[in-house]
């Protein structure tokens, strides 16, 4: 004797279960309840729906929403984890409101990714992408898939919406705390890689330093990675003339390598050279001393981005307002020397 499969719940029985007619069941479910229904009845919508084990037909409604609620973000690289925990605050708000959040990395690391929307233009709702992967965006500027930019120009067009790191203003302290402990002669290990984000950085710099009289600032550019750090950072400590008593690093890594480079010199951290980091990745407490660095919101960067992506698709205005920078004293700064 066989035995029919037991039917699966359907959004009738929610509704039913709750009080409520099936559209309003379809409202909370679809997150599109606020303003028309309330918390109250949301929350009933949403206990049914547990109690019966409801999970709504996501095919079924794309199709008839014309929505595949799913977003693509874009990030030139995960060796970096800053991009893995924008990732994660992405993903976090996606999920509260039914959304999938496909991670595409660059394959070729730091700069532009290959196009990945050709084939996948048709199963997305809108992307969010870093400034530092923006050429790989080129394939939907002036498509109909909005756009979330990440710490990138809030001028450039094409965007949608910006989420923005108060970048400027943690370069500012930065300097102001260096400034404080009596250095005047200052490197500048900036990143070789191309992207608003890097420009900001030394221009916040300069503009800090132009204002002291006595201050001197020395730039040299490098590869994004320890290596390339920690050569360019030796050459420049070891050219003729006063050496630099501070180098301020674009990035942690970058610092991990001038810490090596002023080592190598028979020098020492922060006795000698202070060193100063960008980002407080789990890098800058491994290295000794530990780094004195600018703390960036990774996670609330991608929340959000999600979140600006979710607003645009209502036809909401996004949130305004860049996210803060904190400054993170650590051993690698110290007074200048006075010698």
């Given at each position: 004797?066989?035995?029919a499969?037991p039917?699966r719940p359907?959004?009738r ?6 009080g409520v007619?099936?559209a309003?069941?379809?409202?909370v479910l679809?997150?599109k309840?606020?303003g028309?229904?309330?918390?109250r009845?949301?929350?009933?919508v949403?206990?049914?729906?547990q109690?019966l ?6 095919a ?10 799913t977003a693509?973000?874009?990030v030139p690289a995960?060796?970096?984890?800053f991009f ?5 605050g992405?993903?976090?708000?996606a ?14 690391g730091v ?6 929307f050709?084939?996948a233009?048709?199963?997305?709702d ?6 530092m992967?923006?050429e790989a965006?080129?394939?939907i500027r002036g498509t109909?898939?909005?756009?979330v ?9 094409g965007?949608a919406?910006?989420v923005?790191l108060d970048?400027?203003?943690?370069m ?9 402990l009596?250095h005047?002669r200052?490197l500048?290990l900036?990143s070789a890689v ?8 030394a221009?916040?710099?300069q503009e ?10 020395h730039?040299v ?10 050569e360019?950072a030796l050459r ?5 003339g006063?050496?630099a008593?501070?180098?301020?690093c674009?990035?942690?890594v ?7 480079a002023v080592?190598?010199l028979g020098l020492r951290v922060?006795?000698d050279v202070?060193?100063?980091g960008?980002?407080?990745?789990a890098l800058?407490t491994a290295v ?6 600018l703390s ?6 991608g929340?959000r981005?999600m979140?600006?992506?979710l607003?645009v698709l209502?036809?909401?205005p996004p949130?305004e307002g860049?996210?803060?920078v904190t400054?993170?004293v650590?051993?690698?700064?110290a007074?200048?020397?006075t010698r």
């Open positions: 004797m066989s035995h499969p039917s359907t959004s029985d929610v509704g039913r279960l709750a007619s099936q309003t069941v379809s409202l679809g997150d309840w606020r028309r229904v309330s918390e009845t949301a929350q009933a949403r206990e049914a729906a109690e084990g409801y999970r709504p037909n996501l079924a409604r794309s199709l008839r929403l014309g929505q595949t609620r693509l973000l874009v995960l060796t970096n984890e893995a925990r924008v990732y994660t992405a993903a976090a708000v999920a509260e409101h039914g959304f999938g959040v496909v991670l595409y990395p660059s394959p070729e700069g532009p990714a290959r196009d990945p050709a084939s233009r048709a199963a997305l809108g992307v969010i992408a870093s400034s992967a923006a965006l080129d394939a109909d898939l909005p756009l930019m990440l710490d990138s120009d809030p001028a450039e067009s965007a919406a910006h923005n970048i400027a203003d943690g500012r302290q930065m300097t102001d705390h260096l400034l404080a009596g005047r200052f500048h900036s191309p992207s608003w984000t890097f420009d900001v950085r221009r916040a710099l800090r330093l132009r204002s002291v009289p006595d201050a001197r600032l730039q550019s490098a590869p994004l990675d320890v290596p390339g750090g920690r360019a420049a400590l070891a050219a003729p006063p050496r008593t501070a180098v301020v674009d990035d942690d970058l610092a991990a390598g001038a810490c090596k080592r190598r922060p006795e202070s060193v100063t960008f980002d407080d990745l800058a000794e001393p530990e780094l004195t660095t960036l919101p990774a996670e609330q960067v929340e981005g979140a600006a992506l607003a209502d036809g909401r949130e860049d996210l803060p400054l993170v650590r051993d690698s700064s007074p200048a020397p």
